[in-house]
């Protein structure tokens, strides 16, 4: 079967997540229905199963209890929350976009945000939990970081998205304060459990190169929408600046200090099984400490952010 998929949506030939989000350029009107049916639906996610590739396996010491499951159980539980969380707050960008190609795009950004909670939640059902204790499994690893986490987010978007129905508003939202704010973590899990849990890295890499589209869009939308309506800057940027305001009150930082430390003691139980496997180019993920790593992905939001800022029209 002759099938042609874009670079940008392709499972090996993608640009990695931040280095994407600075470099590639695209639209709603590119990415309609009809492009992500042909280069997602059917491009990106031809033979997955579960949300990786078939030949990305689970090793056996994850099924063991330990520090390694736990994290990999913590980290998965609260995405699939987050994603959830996700797709019924896009539900009012659909609602509300002002023209056929964003509508287009945000249903289509609906469904990979479901399919993102489904693939993380089906991820613990691959590491042997029970099919009845799913929910009791998530709510008592990530149910506290939903509470504290998630819901003040969920608050502070659906009061923009849905009470005051601002679409651009939300587009903000969702790209600069949840998504843009997310996505270097979402690049360090897939590098971070690539050589220890290859089905989840499998599945942290579907749901980064989904990101990439969302990012990429969600800005050229904000960034169309301010050379058309420049006046609307200022209030823009105090949107950004409440939600920054809000995350430096939530406990984000201590759960993801928390998760690395599991994620230590995992990895230096399965160090030989990461050998000489490189985090990043040069640094070996074994030499690596907690510290590292949440600098890295600071390191990476910052530059991220910040180029993405500038493309938008809001530095
Ligand atoms: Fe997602
Ligand atoms: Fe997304």
Known sequence: MYRSIPMEADWTQAPELLEGAMSLQLTPEKCDLDYW??????????????????????????????????????????????????????????????????????????????????????????????????????????????????????????????????????????????????????????????????????????????????LTVGSSIVRRHLIKRPEEKARLLSLISEGNQLWHKLPALDMLFEREVLFQQGLEAHAAVVGDYELVPGRRLVETTVEERLAITQEWSREVQSSRMAFMGLE
Do not use: C
Request: no cysteine; net charge negative; aromatic share 6%.
């Open 37 to 214: 049916i042909k280069a997602v639906a059917q491009g990106t996610w031809h033979g997955l199963v579960n949300g990786h590739a078939l030949s990305d396996v689970i090793p056996s010491y994850l099924f063991e209890a330990g520090p390694l499951r736990s994290a990999v159980v913590a980290e998965f539980a609260f995405r699939a929350i987050a994603e959830e969380l996700a797709t019924r707050a896009i539900s009012y960008l659909v609602a509300n976009a002002p023209d056929i190609p964003t509508m287009e795009f945000f249903s289509t950004q609906l469904l990979d945000e479901a399919r993102h909670a489904r693939a993380f939640r089906n991820h613990l059902l691959e590491l042997g939990v029970e099919e009845e204790n799913l929910v009791a499994t998530i709510e008592e690893a990530a149910g506290d970081k939903r509470d504290t986490i998630l819901r003040p987010l969920e608050a502070f978007g659906l009061n923009v998205m849905r009470d005051q129905r601002d679409f651009i508003g939300g587009v903000i939202v969702l790209t600069v304060l949840v998504e843009g704010v997310l996505a270097p973590s979402g690049a360090l899990s897939e590098r971070k459990w690539r050589p220890l849990d290859p089905a989840g890295a499998g599945i942290a890499h579907g749901a980064n190169i989904d990101e990439l589209r969302h």
